[in-house]
T-cell receptor
Framework: GESVGLHLPTLSVQEGDNSIINCAYS??????FIWYKQESGKGPQFIID?????DKRQGQRVTVLLNKTVKHLSLQIAATQPGDSAVYFC????????FGAGTRLTVKP | NAGVTQTPKFQVLKTGQSMTLQCAQD?????MSWYRQDPGMGLRLIHY???????DQGEVPNGYNVSRSTTEDFPLRLLSAAPSQTSVYFC?????????????????FGEGSRLTVL
């Protein structure tokens, strides 16, 4: 079946730098995507979403970019802070939400 | 509001035992779902429900049963536990999904239930 996946399992950045987490999807019918953040020992928390009729959406310090041509999604975190250290998941389609394996972001002081 | 509440947080079972993981939400969400999370596998959908009396299978339903008698509760039952069911289980809920309904898409997750089957 089609699946959501991530390019890199781990990402380490310096505090204050920008982070970019990537996600590839294969279901061309997907029209809705969400990024979640999961801190150790907790459930995932919503960060930002984007619909397929958009190619960019911005939140507080976070930006999601959608490239439907290559089926690629990215999450950009500006001025990364220690509190951003977590596993980040992308997910597609609300009625049967499928998650990628996740990328672990580590922020070095 | 408590949000999504899962119990128990930890459970150890022997192979063949049965148990129920409880999930309750107080946000009047129509949509509820169960995921399991294994190392390197991400979150995999077990079962979901779009409203009371309606359930459907997800990606990995075998070995699990669900029912939805009320909007608030969505228990997950393991009838005969197997070591392969050792995992962390997450319950999630969301606003109504369906034709004509505004779908926000955001899933609200519980804190998880860690199950070990020996």
């Amino acid at each position: 079946g089609e699946s959501v996946g991530l390019h890199l399992p781990t990402l380490s950045v310096q505090e204050g730098d920008n982070s970019i987490i990537n996600c590839a999807y294969s279901n061309s019918a997907s029209d809705y995507f969400i990024w979640y953040k999961q801190e150790s020992g907790k459930g995932p928390q919503f960060i930002i979403d984007i619909r397929s009729n958009m190619d960019k959406r911005q939140g507080q310090r976070v930006t999601v970019l959608l490239n439907k041509t290559v089926k690629h999604l990215s999450l950009q975190i500006a001025a990364t802070q220690p509190g951003d250290s977590a596993v980040y998941f992308c997910a597609e389609n609300p009625s049967d939400m499928r998650f990628g394996a996740g990328t672990r972001l580590t922020v070095k002081p | 509001n408590a949000g999504v509440t899962q119990t128990p947080k930890f459970q150890v079972l022997k192979t063949g035992q049965s148990m129920t993981l409880q999930c309750a939400q107080d946000m009047n969400h129509e949509y509820m779902s169960w995921y399991r999370q294994d190392p390197g596998m991400g979150l995999r959908l077990i079962h979901y429900s779009v409203g009371a009396g309606i359930t459907d299978q997800g990606e990995v339903p075998n070995g699990y049963n669900v029912s939805r008698s009320t909007t608030e509760d969505f228990p997950l039952r393991l009838l005969s536990a197997a070591p392969s069911q050792t995992s962390v289980y997450f319950c999630a809920s969301s606003y109504t999904v369906g034709p004509g309904s505004k779908w926000t898409g955001e899933l609200f997750f519980g804190e998880g239930s860690r199950l070990t089957v020996l």
